[in-house]
């Protein structure tokens, strides 16, 4: 290792990577997190990964792929995966399946915790918990008492540096801004930094950050009753959408909400067990959920 050191490229640039360690790295990645790197990412991965191999003072890929695939190279897998999965989010992305959380899903949950019943909400790729956060949000302005109640939300990821973020609650400032003010004020209280925010304690309460790669046993038991999964499947083989879309209906309660990406699709197979009824918002044949006049982004 040490020796390796003095081959590494100078700081500000970036090492060479061969179509066969590019497709090395393709497979690791599908197999490991069941993502496809698309055609042309190589200088996706070559930007993302050079700081790992510097840090390793390892020469080259080569050198990297037999440390990753090595006996102790388990943790360095990890940070691979992390470095190379995609993390973009924000407060209310697509805010109508926030809306449909709040009026065709909070007057039965309300009720359901009222009368002593177990209340599950799942963010099953929550990223650095923008969207966790924006859930306990609409709960807690729906139902300001929820966490005296059953009523938890649980958020996962396979990205283990985005939950060190989210667990901590901390963001900037100007993420913070296109959030509507009343649940602004609900949300947010000055971080420790001047241009920070911090999630208010009540919405952390309620959420529980936990490890989870989907192609890995799942450590859940359901059921949920809204489970957020979007823009997950969109780099993975239909095989894999398909076997992660049929594990969320089988952790669905019978009158939950399943909310995927707006490039997402749930395949036919499906069709008898899960039927659209808003935007990439799904339900169970047969399953009203109430409807009631909105506040999100009012």
């Given amino acids: 290792m040490t020796?390796?050191?003095?081959?590494?490229?100078?700081?500000?640039?970036?090492?060479?990577?061969?179509?066969?360690?590019?497709?090395?790295?393709?497979?690791?990645?599908?197999?490991?997190?069941?993502?496809?790197?698309?055609?042309?990412?190589?200088?996706?991965?070559?930007?993302?990964?050079?700081?790992?191999?510097?840090?390793?003072?390892?020469?080259?890929?080569?050198?990297?792929?037999?440390?990753?695939?090595?006996?102790?190279?388990?943790?360095?897998?990890?940070?691979?995966?992390?470095?190379?999965?995609?993390?973009?989010?924000?407060?209310?992305?697509?805010?109508?399946?926030?809306?449909?959380?709040?009026?065709?899903?909070?007057?039965?949950?309300?009720?359901?915790?009222?009368?002593?019943?177990?209340?599950?909400?799942?963010?099953?790729?929550?990223?650095?918990?923008?969207?966790?956060?924006?859930?306990?949000?609409?709960?807690?302005?729906?139902?300001?008492?929820?966490?005296?109640?059953?009523?938890?939300?649980?958020a996962t990821d396979i990205n283990t540096a985005m939950l060190t973020r989210a667990k901590a609650a901390i963001y900037a400032a100007e993420a913070a801004r296109d959030v509507p003010a009343d649940l602004a004020r609900l949300m947010f209280e000055p971080g420790p930094g001047p241009s920070q925010v911090r999630v208010r304690q009540p919405l952390r309460d309620l959420v529980s950050f936990r490890y989870l790669n989907f192609m890995e046993p799942w450590p859940v038991r359901g059921p949920f009753d809204a489970i957020f999964c979007r823009n997950v499947t969109i780099y993975m083989e239909p095989e894999i959408q398909m076997r992660i879309w049929t594990g969320l209906e089988r952790v669905l309660d019978e009158e939950g909400s399943l909310f995927i990406g707006h490039s997402e699709r749930i395949g036919p197979s499906l069709a008898d067990r899960l039927e659209l009824y808003g935007p990439t918002s799904f339900r169970r044949p047969g399953s009203r959920p109430t409807s009631t006049q909105s506040r999100i982004g009012a």
């Fill in 3 to 154: 020796g390796a050191a003095l081959s590494t490229p100078a700081a500000g640039t970036d090492f060479p990577l061969s179509d066969a360690q590019f497709e090395r790295i393709g497979r690791i990645m599908r197999l490991q997190s069941g993502i496809c790197l698309a055609d042309g990412a190589q200088k996706l991965v070559v930007s993302r990964l050079s700081k790992h191999l510097k840090r390793l003072g390892l020469p080259g890929f080569e050198a990297y792929l037999d440390f990753v695939t090595g006996p102790q190279g388990a943790e360095e897998q990890k940070r691979m995966i992390d470095a190379l999965t995609t993390n973009t989010t924000r407060f209310f992305r697509e805010e109508g399946h926030f809306r449909l959380l709040e009026t065709g899903q909070m007057p039965r949950l309300i009720r359901k915790a009222r009368e002593g019943g177990r209340v599950r909400l799942w963010s099953a790729a929550c990223s650095s918990g923008e969207e966790p956060y924006s859930m306990a949000a609409t709960v807690l302005r729906a139902f300001p008492d929820a966490g005296q109640h059953d009523f938890r939300i649980l």
